[in-house]
């Protein structure tokens, strides 16, 4: 049985209103607001997130496989499959992929991984979809798009969600793109693209399915759509002959945007956190053709405790104060400064440490440190010291706010963090509210974009205030 | 071994500290060492070795000797470059000290100089820096850890901060050669805009442009040069971590460096009880919080209780133990490497009862501490009289 084993997704702490938006540029505002990712953050760090939620508590060095998706990579030569499997601490001897360029790449990442499973190639596969993509000031665009990233265990053991049936469909159409050389996503005639692209594609790759699942529209206990916006959902649902009210689940656009392609796995956890054993979910995602799937609910998701709830993630976000600091955050209004010095081999080096999180544990007198060393700072043993990874969960010892360091938001809180389980780290604190922030406070790590010193992406850790309710 | 009354300090130099905007690096090192060698009466081919104490040599200079070679076109002798953090000038002194003491010199030149407002950047130089681990500190931030802690421990707050700020701007009102030379109130340094909680612009010392010189002489030649002088009666230097916010049994509340340091000068100087023993004494008040926790640390004040003797007066310069009769850092200003000469400048003039308004009235043992990194290097020097 192939299907999905665990999910889990992060949505940013950020939320901007698209009434603040509508304020800059003097138009009526819309309803709702978008998740906004912090200026520390890109698709590959909220992807972090995701998956380490997908992974819970589970051995992950028992991973086999780690694809990514998103149409807006950190990096155009280089993969970023790799460095969030690090982050995760997968093995070394496992596919990393990234599915670039493409909104339904998760979806064909999600197909493909199923196809591992079954050809036992795999026994478990992360699959994964982030996306932060930009629309241009002042379009419709930029009030729909929104930041976030979605994650599924794709295994054939212990699936809370069996895949009985797929199907895909290419096709040349031309409905949103982004050169190389682009920054904001371009779209052609909103209304061609939504009937001769969007609902002729997802229909017949929704019939497609349904017909290989044998399934008839009343069937179906929950559709989950990818959509651009509420309209074309509105128009593929009537197309279907699905009951709007009762069997479609809410792309969220309203309270988070639209996600790219992250979307559909988003809606998917949303879906499947409500889910009932034995129900059937249509799951169909839209880019240059459609990939849709029949779903079949388990036995297994009675039991299954998501790593954070969507409600969890949506509910404890900090609102973006103005436009300005938006377009701050997305560097459309670029702050000046010099990236601190480093090189291609000072980074290798320091893998274990910086994006796999180990620090020394001494064998002698029990102490956790960080950075990994060769002598224990606490009894001065020198080689009884093994590489641990740490948790990711701490309480803040003592604080500053600092408003001489140059922060795209100031003032930069740093933060002395004690670690459950042991060890002690300095770190950046993000996504606070400055005023909250007191000794004794719970924080959790998070992996985030630090600067561009040596000409690449420089990623590292750094702390939150805890977001959301928790797992117990 | 000890060092004790060996070494004499027969000469020193002075530049006036602030924006010195119209002094190169080289006019100011000049200015400092041809006062130091008039004070101590001596030619500058009499000088035998030289120690250069500076963080960061002026734009154009090399990190080596030549950066004090050039300028005073001292050439053809032992020049060595110091750099320990914010100790670096004690540390050069103590260098130049121990050369004295060791026999190999009779006559040294010891050199502290910054061009801190010729940088390019704000605040201090960041070289050498983790590039993501800590990325974010800062020299106020990292301090300030500090006092969030001491103000969660012992329940102070920022007006207790305030008295070290407004003390030190007291005795720099009444130093000609401070950077800054007003006073302030309590309320202005409350009020003050923060610059890294809990500390706000009256907390922290400026940036600085700064050089000072000193001359040191084996003791039983100092009489030669003149009759009044001071000599050295202990030293310490102590370095622990330079990344304390990693080590998990860091209290927070004091600088074991500065604990260590001390421990070894007093031992050196002889003195057991240094809250009646020092006279006066000039110690790194780089941030009010740090003043403080020196008290603490210099076993001035039990853990804990340092903020009292700012809160009684008794660090104030009528006080029963004057603490940075010169202004400090705070008032002083802070050219890293110039800072623990001038020190050695102002213990001098002090002891020899030279410092006009802001003379103090026990003279007997003066002492000067630094504390550099983020509470990592620590230099106490003590001197006296022969």
Aim: aromatic fraction near 8%.
């Amino acid at each position: 049985m192939v299907g999905i084993k665990a999910f889990g997704s992060y949505i940013p702490a950020w939320s901007l209103s698209r009434e603040t938006i509508a304020k800059a540029w003097g138009r009526r505002p819309p309803q709702g607001e978008k998740a906004v990712a912090c200026h520390d953050e890109d698709p590959l760090t909220m992807a972090v997130d995701a998956c380490l939620y997908a992974i819970g508590n589970r051995d992950p060095g028992k991973i086999d496989g780690l694809i990514f998706s998103t149409t807006t990579s950190p990096y155009k030569e280089k993969l970023s499959s790799t460095t969030i499997a690090f982050c995760c601490d997968l093995r070394k001897d496992i596919l990393t992929a990234d599915l670039s360029s493409s909104l339904r790449g998760g979806t064909s990442a999600f197909r493909l991984a199923c196809e591992m499973a079954k050809n036992e190639a795999a026994r478990n596969v992360l699959v994964t979809a982030s996306d932060a993509r930009l629309g241009e000031p002042e379009s419709e665009l930029e009030m729909s798009f929104g930041d976030g990233a979605g994650c599924l265990l794709v295994g054939s053991d212990d699936v809370i969600a069996e895949v009985k049936a797929t199907f895909s469909m290419a096709d040349e159409f031309l409905d949103a793109w982004r050169k190389d050389t682009d920054r904001y996503v371009r779209t052609g005639e909103e209304r061609f693209g939504q009937l001769y692209g969007y609902v002729k594609n997802m229909r017949e790759a929704c019939l497609g399915a349904m017909k290989a699942a044998a399934l008839r529209p009343e069937d179906i206990s929950k559709a989950v759509l990818s959509a651009p916006n509420q309209q074309a959902l509105n128009q593929l649902v009537r197309a279907l002959g699905l009951n709007a009210e009762k069997q479609i689940q809410d792309p969220l656009i309203s309270a988070i945007g639209n996600l790219g392609s992250a979307q559909p796995f988003v809606m998917l956890q949303a879906a499947l956190e409500e889910a009932k054993p034995g129900q059937k979910i249509l799951w169909a995602c839209y880019g240059d053709g459609a990939d849709a799937f029949i779903l079949n609910v388990t036995d297994a998701i009675s039991s299954y405790v998501p790593g954070r709830r969507l409600k969890s993630w949506i509910g404890s976000r900090l609102g973006i104060s103005s436009y300005e600091k938006y377009l701050r955050f997305k560097n459309i209004l670029e702050t000046d400064s010099t990236p601190p010095k480093t090189s291609s081999i000072f980074a290798s080096q320091e893998v274990a440490q910086d994006i796999r999180l180990y620090g020394s544990a001494c064998k002698k007198c029990g102490t956790v440190q960080y950075p990994r060393a060769q002598v224990c700072i606490s009894c001065r043993a020198k080689g009884d010291l093994v590489d641990v990874r740490l948790s990711r969960k701490g309480k803040v010892f003592t604080f500053t706010k600092d408003y001489l360091f140059a922060s795209v938001d100031p003032p930069q809180v740093m933060a002395v963090v004690d670690l459950e389980k042991g060890g002690r780290l300095y770190l950046q604190m993000t996504d606070c509210d400055h005023q909250s922030v007191a000794v004794g406070m719970p924080v959790e790590l998070c992996f985030r974009k630090f600067h561009e010193g040596g000409g690449f992406h420089n990623y590292f850790w750094k702390c939150r205030p805890v977001r959301g309710e928790e797992k117990p | 071994m000890s060092i004790k009354d060996k070494v004499a300090v027969i000469g020193t130099g002075c530049v006036k500290f602030g924006e010195n905007y119209e002094q190169t690096y080289d006019d100011m090192i000049v200015e400092a060492a041809y006062e130091a060698y008039k004070d101590a009466g001596i030619e500058p081919k009499e000088i035998q070795a030289a120690w250069m104490g500076t963080a960061n040599p002026g734009i154009g200079h090399g990190k080596a000797g030549v950066s004090l070679a050039d300028p005073l076109r001292l050439y053809d002798i032992p020049i060595t470059r110091v750099e320990n953090f914010c100790a670096t000038g004690t540390e050069a002194f103590r260098n130049g000290c121990m050369a004295v003491a060791a026999g190999e010199y009779d006559i040294v030149l010891v050199v502290g100089a910054e061009k801190m407002k010729d940088r390019g950047e704000r605040g201090i130089v960041r070289e050498g820096h983790h590039p993501l681990l800590a990325r974010g500190v800062t020299a106020p931030g990292q301090f300030a850890l500090a006092a969030t802690r001491y103000f969660h421990t012992f329940g102070i707050d920022k007006t207790v901060l305030a008295k070290v700020a407004v003390k030190n701007h007291k005795n720099g009102s009444m130093n000609p050669k401070a950077h800054f030379q007003r006073e302030v109130t309590e309320e202005q340094v409350v009020k003050a805009p923060i610059i890294a909680w809990p500390f706000g612009l009256f907390d922290c010392c400026p940036t600085t442009d700064g050089a000072a010189a000193v001359i040191l002489c084996r003791e039983d030649l100092a009489k030669n040069f003149r009759k009044d002088y001071v000599v050295a009666k202990g030293m310490g230097l102590a370095v622990t971590s330079g990344r304390p916010y990693f080590d998990p049994g860091y209290d927070y509340l004091g600088f074991r460096c500065t604990q260590m340091a001390a421990q070894q000068a007093y031992k050196e100087a002889g003195i057991t009880d240094p809250r009646k023993e020092v006279s006066f004494a000039e110690v790194h008040d780089c941030f009010t919080m740090t003043e403080i926790l020196n008290y603490e640390d210099l076993g001035f004040a039990k853990k804990g209780e340092g903020w009292r003797l700012i809160v009684d007066g008794v660090t104030a310069l009528n006080g029963d133990l004057p603490v940075n009769p010169s202004g400090g850092l705070k008032s002083f200003g802070h050219p890293i490497g110039a800072t623990g000469v001038r020190m050695i400048h102002e213990l001098t003039q002090q002891l020899l009862g030279k410092s006009g308004k802001r003379q103090v009235k026990k003279t007997d043992i003066g002492l000067a501490h630094n504390v550099g990194g983020p509470g990592a290097v620590a230099c106490v020097i003590i001197l006296g009289h022969p």
